[in-house]
């Protein structure tokens, strides 16, 4: 029961922390605006689709994802400011698991970060990309989804960091190629990418995420280029989620 | 009755560094334990090792009859911490951040309301505990902080170094609160500082520690007794060469020098003062002052150590932070 509790309260302050930078709330509807109308409108010609698919729709998941992956890893940051200010003690000798203090971290910061997901959605909707608002409701639990895997690896990296400027650095080293290499700006297959772009592609798991969500949000338009059928995306992504929540309780476990 | 805390030969080193070593302490209920110790004696690794955070090298302890290592958890849900460091998230309210310790500590949800309101009430923070942290003062914030370790009714409370960095006048108020806090919630506290007058006024009991050992642990009444007689403070301007003279004539080395002056405690002072005069006249050694008072926890640790506790800490600064305190001071 206090470990029920203990998580709660720890997920309840990093909401409160969220919705009290307004400043970040506000900023974050200006990247995917960007995404979505000045670089789509420039690359739509650049990429071979389907006749019922536009490139406007493409990427509107593919931002989703990418704005989940940024803010996901910007999470970490609070663990060391945490550190920094010292709060993690307080939090650290509390009589709750490692466990409980690692997943009421992950679950309230993924929670930020599918609401800056959200806010990507309804833009894309407000801009007038034609896609069935119904779609919102299977495409939340999978950016849920996604968000706990790379929620994690942010956490997991600020464990072991000791300040905010090698934070920073390293979250540049993994944002981009996980970015670039999730096929959130373009179509994995169909097109002629080179074969070690695909390959590489593969074994990273926002892939996944992001194929999951056009299969969602595109339906049957999306079939002939998926990556895997729904099942196989959403299977990837909680085995990655699996695997990350074990690294991250020992993580967390190790961190003084 | 059982010890509050009991440690046996608790023991804990980083590489060939002993930063506790063998310490024996026992420590009965109801009462304040001062740890007292320049920077550096291991005052905070003995504070962290009893509170769970750290685990000792060897020996053992046990706080309120929980070991520290075995039954870790029962140890952190029956002690109170207050940090060295600040340790508040300050982009909450006071309230939120109490809520938050009864929620981390389980404090059952029916209970929290109440508890929090007579905490808040206790450290006069109830016009400010809507407010955000990051708008409250130093002293302020200290107080937030033993009330927040009192939130889920301890029986020990631990206090490291808790005035460090606050004014004289949030000093004497905490003090106050720790004092009140004691006899109210009948608590055992723990404290550690480096400061002499604190160490005083607050404890039962006292140790000092240097290098990891306890030098000597006694009250503060028994321990300024031990030194059974006054202090006189001279100023000269041939410090070393007075001092030799004295101590000759002493035949005892009991004297220390201390920020340029020469301290010597003796029995009688009043006896003692003509006789160094005269020692200084006869060998052309001009006196600029003569001072005569009774000892202080200042020259316990003195005498216990042989060198002063300010001393002490400035030299442990070496380089950039060196720089930087003495450019605070």
New interface residues.
């Given amino acids: 029961m206090s470990e029920v509790r203990g998580f709660y309260t720890l997920w309840l302050r990093e909401i409160k922390r969220f919705y009290r930078d307004r400043t970040r709330l506000v900023t974050s509807f200006i990247q995917p605006l960007l995404w979505l109308v000045i670089f789509a409108a420039a690359f739509a010609t650049r990429f071979v689709l389907p006749a019922n698919l536009n490139y406007q729709q493409v990427i509107l998941p593919g931002i989703i994802g990418q704005t989940l992956l940024f803010t996901a890893m910007f999470m970490g940051i609070n663990v060391i400011w945490d550190k920094e200010f010292g709060f993690m003690k307080e939090i650290l000798v509390a009589p709750i698991s490692r466990f409980t203090i690692f997943l009421g971290k992950m679950v309230g910061d993924s929670t930020d970060a599918l609401l800056q997901g959200i806010i990507v959605f309804v833009i894309g909707l407000a801009l007038g990309i034609p896609i069935s608002p119904i779609t919102f409701l299977y495409a939340l639990p999978i950016m849920l989804l996604i968000t706990f895997g790379l929620v994690s690896i942010g956490l997991v990296i600020a464990s072991f960091m000791g300040n905010l400027e090698g934070f920073g650095a390293i979250q540049t080293f993994v944002n981009l190629p996980l970015f670039f290499l999730s096929g959130a700006l373009f179509p994995l297959k169909g097109g002629s990418l080179p074969s070690w772009l695909t390959a590489v592609a593969a074994w990273n798991p926002l892939t996944y995420g992001v194929d999951a969500l056009r299969n969602v949000t595109l339906g049957a338009a999306w079939t002939p280029l998926q990556i895997q059928p729904l099942w196989i995306d959403i299977g990837v992504v909680a085995f990655f989620d699996g695997i990350m929540i074990v690294v991250g309780t020992w993580a967390f476990t190790r961190m003084k | 009755m059982p010890h509050a805390i009991e440690t046996r030969q608790l023991t804990k080193t980083y590489g060939s560094l002993k930063a506790v070593d063998s310490l024996d302490i026992s420590v009965d209920p109801g009462e304040i334990f001062g740890l007292l110790g320049p920077n550096g004696a291991g005052k905070t690794t003995v504070v962290s090792m009893l509170?769970?955070?750290?685990k000792p090298t060897s020996g053992s302890a046990t706080v309120n009859g929980f070991d520290i290592v075995r039954e870790a958890?029962?140890v952190?849900?029956s002690i109170g911490?207050v940090?060295q460091?600040?340790?508040?998230?300050?982009?909450?309210t006071g309230r939120?951040n109490l809520?938050?310790?009864a929620?981390?500590?389980?404090v059952p949800?029916s209970e929290q309301k109440e508890r929090i309101n007579r905490i808040l009430k206790l450290v006069e923070l109830e016009d400010r505990a809507d407010d955000l942290l990051r708008t409250y003062s130093g002293g302020m914030r200290r107080r937030l902080e033993l009330g927040r370790g009192l939130i889920h009714y301890p029986k020990v409370l631990f206090l490291d170094e808790p005035t460090v960095g606050l004014d004289p006048q949030t000093r004497d108020h905490i003090w106050k609160y720790i004092k009140e806090l004691k006899q109210t919630h009948d608590i055992t506290v723990v404290l550690t500082t480096h400061y002499m007058d604190e160490a005083d006024r607050l404890s039962d009991q006292i140790a000092i520690m240097d290098h990891g050992k306890i030098v000597v642990l006694d009250t503060p009444q028994k321990l300024k007794e031990t030194l059974e007689g006054d202090v006189i403070t001279v100023r000269a301007n041939n410090i070393q060469a007075l001092s030799d003279l004295v101590n000759k004539w002493l035949g005892l080395n009991q004297t220390h020098i201390v920020d340029g002056a020469l301290e010597i405690t003796v029995r009688s002072g009043k006896a003692v003062m003509p006789r160094i005069m005269e020692l200084a006249t006869q060998n052309s050694i001009y006196v600029e002052s003569i001072l005569l008072r009774e000892p202080n926890l200042e020259d316990v640790f003195l005498h216990y150590t042989g060198k002063s506790i300010r001393e002490d800490t400035s030299k442990e600064l070496h380089g950039a932070s060196a720089a930087r305190r003495r450019a605070i001071k």
Avoid at chain 2, 85 to 92: A, K, Q
Avoid at chain 2, 103 to 106: A, D, E, Q, R, T
């Fill in positions: 509170c769970t955070i750290l958890n029962k952190r849900k911490i940090f460091d600040p340790s508040i998230d300050d982009r909450l939120e809520f938050m310790h929620n981390l500590f389980g949800a």
